[in-house]
């Protein structure tokens, strides 16, 4: 993969998902189109890291390219990035990713059909509240911790992508009421040259903004950042109920 191919999935990445992150808290909930951006960051970055490996001389089998060229099944991309060794760390993913899979197919009404008829038939509720976009944060900052330890190149990050970008709306939706993204703040600061302005002043924008939300007496927006840490994709399904 060149480098203009790598740039151009991970500004894909960055867009779907802070486009969905942005519905979800203009709009007061996680709708349809939420759902399906959040599927195209998964499977965009599922993606990635596939063609990374190949890049890096890993064999995949015919079938196995198929699948790369082909699906949309965000279960069956991630069990095929674990198969070849990367996202082992990422647990209690499973239910979650059934969930996320399930309203990713929603392009037309009969998908809608079809995907809240699977869901209900393993969860006890749907939600489309805009919490729903936190277990998305706790897996979409694993899998992009993951994606930077491949490449080692702080550029397919999109929370270092959000950093670098810090005074453009798309960052502030990145940011806004997420905890998981701000606990990775540390792991790029050493790639922030201090002879940048515009790096120092992400920096600065983004430290100052974090303290002031923890000093913050506006009750929602303090929860609303706790939560966003709290609430990962175990709680979730947990919310949601099993059958």
Excluded: W
């Amino acid at each position: 993969m060149d480098k203009d191919t790598s740039e151009l999935f991970t500004m894909l990445r960055f867009e779907n998902y802070v486009t969905a992150r942005y519905i979800a808290f203009t709009c007061g909930s996680f709708n349809r189109m939420a759902h399906y951006l959040m599927g195209m960051s998964l499977e965009l970055s599922y993606k990635f890291i596939c063609m990374e490996l190949k890049k890096k001389g890993i064999q995949f089998s015919n079938n196995e390219d198929k699948l790369l060229k082909n699906s949309h099944d965000l279960i069956k991309l991630h069990e095929l990035c674990k198969s070849k060794g990367r996202l082992l760390k990422i647990i209690n993913y499973e239910s979650f990713l059934f969930y996320a899979n399930a309203f990713y197919k929603t392009r037309y009404p009969e998908h809608i059909k079809e995907s809240t008829k699977i869901a209900s038939e393993k969860f006890k509720q749907i939600s489309f509240s805009a919490h729903n976009i936190f277990p998305f944060d706790d897996l979409i900052s694993q899998i992009d911790s993951d994606i930077f330890d491949l490449t080692n190149d702080e550029k397919t990050s999109i929370i270092y992508v959000g950093i670098f970008n810090m005074n453009t709306h798309p960052s502030n939706s990145l940011f806004h009421s997420n905890g998981k993204c701000y606990d990775l703040i540390p792991k790029y600061e050493i790639f922030l040259n201090s002879n940048i302005p515009n790096h120092v002043n992400s920096m600065y924008i983004l430290k100052n903004k974090r303290e002031s939300i923890l000093r913050s007496k506006e009750v929602y927006m303090y929860d609303s950042y706790e939560k966003s840490k709290s609430f990962d994709m175990k709680k979730f399904i947990s919310h949601l109920g099993e059958k």
